[in-house]
């Protein structure tokens, strides 16, 4: 049984995390930390898990997470998680780290795009970035892996494989997407109250969304490509769930169909990469680890669509997903039914 | 051209009393202040306001208020507004109050559901109460109107004729009201963010919420029934509305039927009040003034449902009634088409 | 492993049963109907099993679904039901019955609120309601079960015991019941339709919905207690989720305390009633078999205050736990983490 | 007074016409027809117009209708409507037709759209095109008005100035558009069930939908170019309200400013067209009929936001602004307070 601790464990992904973590037939959940730890139980945070996990919320150092737990899924701002996460890796422990700190490439872009130094600078560019749908093999040998964001997700999967393939542009391609108010995070913020989100649909972030650059970073490492790539973030008024539109111009003669089979094969032994006729909805994703892909024609232009749960392929799911691998478990354990 | 000062408006029920105020054909909105003035137009605060309201907000006094204005909305939160209502008073204007501070009958019930001393207890018990469908003569003679709360409008409303017309018994009264989330306010809680409230249903304040003496009170101011009423509030996740179920006991051999008669003929020069055969559903009464009250019978009880938009005949738009019946205009002047 | 058919796949309830047996460990399912079937695959009736499960849709006799199935979960219309469970019983096999048609105990209590003659009336009671937590030792030994409607599991959980203990009186109780939308099944109808229900709030079937006798007839059957009780079932803008908001008055001088005793004790043995301290949300139970319990003291009253998930326990995960009863299978099998 | 007559009076265009109607002082509502007619009451259609208009529904001849009115708002399908526009015109009435039987500027883009042959193609391309802020003198000599498609109107109207100052290339334009569920209309389809639409997010009609060419065709006819245009509509769950992400290149070294400067010089005289600094929400024109427009810069591409509620400017409340305009009116009568 490996033991997992949760830090961090106040927010969306973090209890996502314990959800699928509950279920999973060889991880045990050992610790739960947060800075707001007053020795009470995690279900006083998480009502849903009254009579179904008993543990204390505590504020561990990170030599204590490290000394009680096997891997830590650490579930902290950016920021804020690697100085923690190096401590852990430090310890001789494996880390999910859901946090940005370690996705990017270099020192140089993570300051860019976040300000400030990065706290860990040596692990970036060699930190797997969590898609083993991309980067099985050096998840499978590391100790630490980079979680990706939820709108990369989106975007990266349906695009590496084209990409690779040559059978598109690298520009122009524009990434319109958009995402229940989860992904927002639980800090309340006016913006994000129910009667200022619900029954409303909005842009934020355009031409400044730090999963731009994460997103381009990432399919240049996948596949070498260098693209041009303009990306929307937009608000949902629903719980969970990301769609993403994607524009793209394809080389020569490729047909919708062409595209499609290249996707199919690309992803043919992926347990969570379901390339579908019809048009995905978020609602077939909902709470699963699935990413639906289609692809439709229009006119000069390519459109692909995407579909996956924020919180779980687009966070926690991805989390256990890539400890799977990271353990040599089938990917898909603890994650489908079987 | 009356000049009305909104006191207290970035909250949801002062945007809402803007905008009625709008269409108002006798009024202005000639000052909004706010504590967080910081120098900039309103349309900032409440984008929808952007061309529609050119309105420096501004951190006024009450003598400034006063001296700016004919009348003040003050959407102050309780305690808060009673200080400042006072001194707008003093300085010879009128106030409708949105707060809670004016509407019980004496200062040892408001002591005892709202704590600490009221900063203004003379007035408690000679100011009227602001339906004017119960209090209509009072209104117009007064230049303080406590503005009512939300639930309590939809509970005294069906139930006042009933017991003044001693149709129903005064116990047992079950009221099991539902409202949407703007009732809770634009301040930044957990439990208000979207994806804490949406896809959930709540009930909250159980035997503790402060618009059961209210309904108790007023209740007794208008009909002299002592009822003993219990009343639990709920969340519903949608913006605005609320419906209130209700369950009595009649006298003697009444029917559904008498019941609805009584309550026709009390409110048949009410313009805000519509007895309905179909059951309410707070969509018909959304963005409207209205309240919609149906009457059932089931087995030994009656069921009365009242339906009403929470922030317009639930709080603003009542507001704007008063004001009408405080300057001897038609209660529906701004209020309904034509 | 056992083999289950669907009956009547097209529905909600049917789409849940299917999510919850595809994660069940001794559980597979290998037949699906629908009078709709046209040699299509499941997942084009259903998208989100798009590679979770292959098995076409086919429209059987009750017959040859006896002659695949060890067991089938009816999803059918009532009075649609009977004919088809009376004919794969007969042919030896187990049936849940999730229609209504064999919930009451007598042929005229049925006929009286379903209307038309009874189609096997001969099984009327005798057949085990599906609520372990009450008769699991008739559930253990039956062929054939009548899964509860999702209101009655709502209103009968927490009130069953206080009635067996006697804690409570029969009468008055007022149980008001708030549904998600999806209790009202896939068939289009306008009243159903996303821009009715959506930002509204109404009570329906005000002294006429069916779960009140069956409420009332199954509350004797458990505790020998003939209540007289009123129901009022409500649509809330939600997809899942039931809150039942119940007033009942103590025997003698019962606290909430001592009720909560009560319901702890009974079901101190039940994986999946939880008697909370908190105010229970349907939040906390979406998507799980759990029904949370809380009690409060209101004056002369108490409020019980109950939350499940509609379709999970008050439908489908009922179905699951029942059908875990009948082969002697840890009532939780499939049902909860391990 | 002018008298109006609501054809096809069961839909959410019809109900949204009639509301705003009820406010404009110089309209009156005097016919309602549908073939479902009963010799019922107008609010036993809409409940939420009790009391509020009392109007028999009627199944009316285009020449009875032609007799009670002056004006006919036509709210009937594509390919129903233009038969009865005809005779309505025929018998010396004016009309605002909501369909899309004539938007199109030729027969033949109908046929290749709609399929079937135009039951009136001699008032193609003459028929003007219902955007005051685009075609005013037209309108206001025409008798037959074509009232725009929702998503149109929120692509053209950022579009059309800057194509026509040649501040942008013609292509490539991708148009990402959004809209609430009440754009579906009212006929019960699972698709538009509550359960279905809610918490989901999806694309739909990639590259089939008939607003593409509508949006060529005007954007044409307003400013002479021919554009390249991609456009995806997509169903957002809420009720209400269009925003439309809209990616354009400039030409030479125009920046955001200057689009800005150039929408806000086109429409400085235009009442209901708000150029903002701030990104656009649907909720700040939720019922009304402002369209917001921002404009932001990303790498290469200029992103165009709009917002607009569809029912309001996307509908009726446009339907109105012709009426005011065909009859001289001021546009804003009866649409914005005043």
């Not at 737990?69 to 950016?78: R, S």
């Not at 970073?217 to 608000?235: C, M």
């Not at 769609?243 to 996707?263: F, M, P, R």
């Amino acid at each position: 049984m490996i033991r997992v601790g949760i830090v961090g464990c106040s927010g969306y992904t973090a209890i996502e995390a314990i959800r699928w973590l509950l279920r999973h037939p060889q991880a045990g959940i050992v610790a739960a930390t947060s800075r707001q730890a007053d020795g009470s139980c995690i279900s006083q945070m998480h009502p849903e898990l009254t009579e179904r996990l008993s543990l204390e919320v505590e504020d561990l150092s990170p030599e204590q997470i490290a000394e009680r737990c096997d891997i830590a899924f650490c579930c902290l701002p950016h920021a804020a998680s690697a100085p923690i996460v190096a401590k852990i890796l430090q310890a001789g422990k494996k880390v999910v780290d859901l946090s940005a700190d370690y996705r990017l490439s270099s020192a140089d872009l993570y300051e860019q795009w976040y300000g400030g130094t990065h706290p860990d600078p040596e692990r970036l560019g060699t930190t797997p970035y969590g898609l083993p749908e991309l980067f099985e093999e050096q998840i499978s040998d590391a100790t630490l892996v980079a979680n990706p964001g939820c709108y990369p997700t989106s975007a990266i999967l349906p695009l590496a494989p084209l990409l690779k393939a040559e059978l598109i542009e690298a520009e122009p391609i524009v990434v319109d997407s958009k995402s229940g108010v989860s992904g927002a995070g639980r800090t309340p913020k006016m913006v994000n109250l129910y009667s200022e989100a619900n029954e409303s649909f909005i842009a934020y972030g355009v031409g400044t969304h730090r999963h731009q650059p994460e997103i381009i970073d990432i399919l240049h490492r996948s596949t070498g490509a260098q693209v041009d790539l303009v990306f929307t973030p937009h608000l949902v008024p629903m719980d969970r769930g990301i769609l993403s539109t994607i524009y793209v111009k394809v080389k020569g003669e490729q047909s919708a169909n062409d595209l499609q089979t290249c996707l199919k094969d690309f992803y043919k032994t992926q347990p969570f990469v379901r390339i579908v006729d019809h048009l995905p909805a978020t609602r077939n994703v909902t709470r699963t680890n699935f990413c639906d892909i289609a692809v439709r024609q229009h006119g000069g232009w390519m459109v692909l669509l995407s579909a996956i749960d924020n919180l779980t392929k687009g966070a926690s799911g991805a989390a256990v997903q890539c400890m799977n691998v990271m353990y040599g478990f089938d990917q898909t354990l603890g994650l489908v039914d079987q």
